[in-house]
């Protein structure tokens, strides 16, 4: 293993274990289907999830989340002022938000919500390769033809252009995952190879690994970059150990989960693959 490997895996570890220490109060805005593996996630990796929505509560509660995690996976009109105000209570507070734009070219409404949350400078954006895609087009209406849903029609490393112009034109560090995540801040761009295919039949595993880059992020607040790459690997090996012990998607679920909880320094530093990609 190369010193590189090495540095990113005791980089890795560093952001886990402060997590476990610190157990940040992450706030999740976040769709139906994903809620509970959502809070499964961040409970495993050693964070606090707290799934709060109402406008009325975000003074009170908002600034008290170490970070907020925001996915527009079940968007109806009345949650987007939510997800508004939240992020820019945030933004007043210097505390971190990370977006999801899950399914954003499936309709005129959610595309415009995207870019209107995108217009309120997440810290970070993490979507698959075609939502990604999508989102840094110049065009003001979605391309219907570019995505399928919820899921990716393109392979991450198509979208490594479109990533770097997205995070170039909104700030963000944009995240694309896939077979290869792929991170950038639209300057440095990261590869992580970790994961396993069984993770795309797995519902909201994407939703999942987003709220775990906002728990990352929570606790280095000033390096967004190297957090979400430590997320996306943490993710990605704690699939890996846990498709040893899985027959299928249900019980990766529960093994992913059950990994992510008993991940060791060891378990990590001999799993993690991450390169530069330019
Ligand atoms: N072909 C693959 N090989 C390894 N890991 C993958 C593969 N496809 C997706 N993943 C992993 O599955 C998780 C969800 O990613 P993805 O399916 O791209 O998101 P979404 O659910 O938002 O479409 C990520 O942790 C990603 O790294
Ligand atoms: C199936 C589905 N429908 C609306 S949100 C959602 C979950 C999407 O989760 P992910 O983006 O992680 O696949
Ligand atoms: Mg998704």
């Given at each position: 293993?190369?010193?590189?490997?090495?540095?990113?895996?005791?980089?890795?570890?560093?952001?886990?274990?402060?997590?476990?220490?610190?157990?940040?109060?992450?706030?999740?805005?976040?769709?139906?289907?994903?809620?509970?593996?959502?809070?499964?996630?961040?409970?495993?990796?050693?964070?606090?999830?707290?799934?709060?929505?109402?406008?009325?509560?975000?003074?009170?509660?908002?600034?008290?989340?170490?970070?907020?995690?925001?996915?527009?996976?079940?968007?109806?009109?009345?949650?987007?002022?939510?997800?508004?105000?939240?992020?820019?209570?945030?933004?007043?507070?210097?505390?971190?938000?990370?977006?999801?734009?899950?399914?954003?070219?499936?309709?005129?409404?959610?595309?415009?919500?995207?870019?209107?949350?995108?217009?309120?400078?997440?810290?970070?954006?993490?979507?698959?390769?075609?939502?990604?895609?999508?989102?840094?087009?110049?065009?003001?209406?979605?391309?219907?033809?570019?995505?399928?849903?919820?899921?990716?029609?393109?392979?991450?490393?198509?979208?490594?252009?479109?990533?770097?112009?997205?995070?170039?034109?909104?700030?963000?560090?944009?995240?694309?995952?896939?077979?290869?995540?792929?991170?950038t801040?639209?300057?440095r761009v990261?590869?992580?190879?970790?994961?396993?295919?069984?993770?795309?039949?797995?519902?909201?595993?994407?939703?999942?690994?987003?709220?775990?880059?906002?728990?990352?992020?929570?606790?280095?607040?000033?390096?967004?970059?190297?957090?979400?790459?430590?997320?996306?690997?943490?993710?990605?090996?704690?699939?890996?150990?846990?498709?040893?012990?899985?027959?299928?998607?249900?019980?990766?679920?529960?093994?992913?989960?059950?990994?992510?909880?008993?991940?060791?320094?060891?378990?990590?530093?001999?799993?993690?693959?991450?390169?530069?990609l330019c």
């Amino acid at each position: 293993m190369d010193s590189n490997q090495n540095q990113w895996g005791s980089k890795a570890w560093h952001l886990l274990s402060l997590l476990r220490a610190q157990s940040p109060l992450i706030q999740c805005i976040t769709n139906f289907v994903s809620m509970d593996i959502v809070a499964n996630t961040l409970l495993s990796a050693g964070a606090s999830p707290a799934m709060l929505h109402a406008v009325e509560e975000l003074p009170d509660f908002t600034p008290r989340a170490a970070a907020l995690y925001v996915n527009v996976g079940t968007l109806s009109p009345s949650w987007l002022p939510a997800m508004t105000t939240a992020a820019q209570i945030c933004n007043t507070l210097h505390t971190p938000w990370v977006l999801d734009p899950v399914a954003a070219s499936a309709s005129a409404f959610r595309f415009e919500a995207c870019r209107e949350l995108l217009r309120l400078k997440p810290t970070v954006v993490r979507g698959n390769a075609s939502e990604i895609i999508a989102l840094s087009l110049a065009s003001a209406e979605p391309n219907a033809s570019a995505s399928k849903g919820v899921d990716s029609v393109h392979d991450s490393m198509d979208a490594v252009e479109a990533a770097k112009l997205l995070a170039q034109t909104s700030g963000a560090v944009v995240a694309v995952s896939g077979a290869t995540d792929i991170v950038t801040d639209g300057n440095r761009v990261v590869g992580a190879h970790n994961g396993v295919a069984m993770m795309q039949k797995v519902t909201a595993t994407g939703c999942s690994v987003t709220a775990l880059i906002a728990a990352f992020v929570a606790v280095d607040k000033s390096h967004a970059l190297d957090a979400a790459v430590s997320a996306l690997a943490v993710f990605g090996v704690a699939g890996e150990l846990g498709m040893k012990m899985a027959k299928g998607p249900a019980s990766l679920r529960m093994h992913l989960i059950d990994a992510l909880y008993g991940l060791d320094e060891a378990a990590l530093n001999s799993h993690v693959n991450i390169t530069s990609l330019c």
